[in-house]
């Protein structure tokens, strides 16, 4: 069965979580034994092979993983190559799946699939709607369907949840450290990932609390792509200990995680979600990371946090105010069995432990991924 995996972020070299959604599928997909090709548009042809093989090689740095059996190759997709082209190129597939920018295109391929990570809030124009009469619409995430479902006015067939490897995170070998984690890209536009608030916070909680934080860190990761706002966080950090990670290679992100007490995130602050749910995370799947590598996450609790979280956690974990996500902080780092009680580590009743972050890692295991990529494609 030949699949082609499309996002037309993979021209722009993007590398967040639906990027790595993506290749989780392409390589569940692959171990199935489906024959898989990433679609790249648009290269320079002269250069093609090169810029191929440079795309393996970025992809394959951000994964941690060997992509060496998915055939990268270029497309006339969202070029200026005639319809008939594009048809022809879609037509050579058993199946195609796309994570769609909000664009929408015909495709002869036999089963298509559209993969929303955006809760969209346009309307779709009748010939969009045309578009999608032969495409299965998945989302990354219940508050994006609920979103596209209301603006678009179409079915979601399912939810496609990302994957965590858990046992990459797994380690007795690394102890916990006094370090505040917090992961995404540098950028102001949509669900910007408010670093600058998270600076803000550290240092009150630093003001506020200087012997209890004495020895602590706030490490701040992702790629740049805004470098006004950027340079605007690291000016906020002044000369605390905040540390700051551009392009870091799977690994070593992997060994930042298990390091981590608490993963903070404010993606949302202050947004409302019921006027502009493109502001609010769509879904946070390093959320989910960090729950599987013991950091306690404290979030802005809307859009997919608040599903990963569920209600009752949601109100002990989550944070609307920059005084509000102090406060927590600090009360979970005086009282280290709360804190455990929390990720369902450790003590209390069975009450605690049903309740605990732990428990909510088992729809993103590689089983239940593995089993919707399967029923999904058929294999």
Do not use: C
């Not at 609390?209 to 605007?232: A, I, T």
């Amino acid at each position: 069965m030949k699949i082609a995996f499309f996002s037309p972020y993979l021209t722009q070299k993007h590398a967040g979580g639906g990027e790595k959604h993506l290749f989780d599928t392409a390589l569940a997909a692959a171990k199935l034994g489906a024959e898989i090709y990433v679609a790249i548009s648009p290269l320079n042809q002269a250069k093609n092979k090169l810029q191929l093989d440079d795309y393996r090689r970025f992809y394959s740095q951000f994964m941690g993983r060997d992509l060496s059996k998915l055939k990268f190759v270029q497309i006339p997709l969202m070029t200026s190559e005639n319809i008939l082209k594009k048809l022809s190129w879609t037509k050579q597939f058993d199946q195609l799946y796309y994570v769609t920018d909000g664009s929408l295109f015909f495709s002869l391929a036999k089963r298509n699939h559209l993969h929303i990570q955006v809760p969209f809030t346009h309307k779709l124009t009748q010939l969009n709607r045309l578009k999608l009469k032969n495409w299965q619409i998945n989302t990354n995430s219940a508050f994006t369907q609920k979103v596209i479902e209301h603006y678009w006015q179409v079915k979601v067939n399912s939810i496609h949840y990302p994957l965590v490897k858990l046992d990459e995170f797994k380690s007795k070998e690394i102890k916990k450290e006094k370090l505040i984690l917090s992961v995404g890209r540098f950028f102001k536009q949509l669900h910007s990932k408010r670093q600058d608030v998270l600076v803000e916070a550290f240092v009150r909680l630093v003001e506020a609390e200087p012997k209890l934080m004495k020895d602590w860190r706030l490490v701040l990761v992702g790629d740049v792509e805004d470098k006004v706002y950027f340079n605007h966080v690291r000016k906020l950090a002044r000369s605390l200990p905040v540390e700051f990670y551009h392009q870091i290679k799977r690994q070593d992100l992997i060994t930042l995680f298990k390091k981590a007490t608490f993963y903070w995130h404010a993606a949302g602050f202050k947004v409302d979600e019921l006027k502009h749910p493109e502001k609010v995370e769509h879904f946070g799947i390093t959320t989910i990371e960090a729950i599987a590598a013991g950091a306690l996450p404290l979030v802005v609790p809307k859009g997919g946090q608040k599903e990963i979280l569920g209600d009752k956690l949601v109100s002990e974990l989550g944070w609307q105010t920059v005084d509000e996500l102090v406060k927590k902080t600090a009360r979970l780092i005086k009282d280290k069995r709360l804190a455990s009680l929390k990720l369902g580590e450790a003590g209390g009743s069975k009450e605690d432990k049903r309740l605990g972050l732990k428990k909510k890692l088992t729809p993103f295991t590689q089983e239940a991924f593995d089993r919707r990529v399967k029923q999904m494609f058929g294999l």
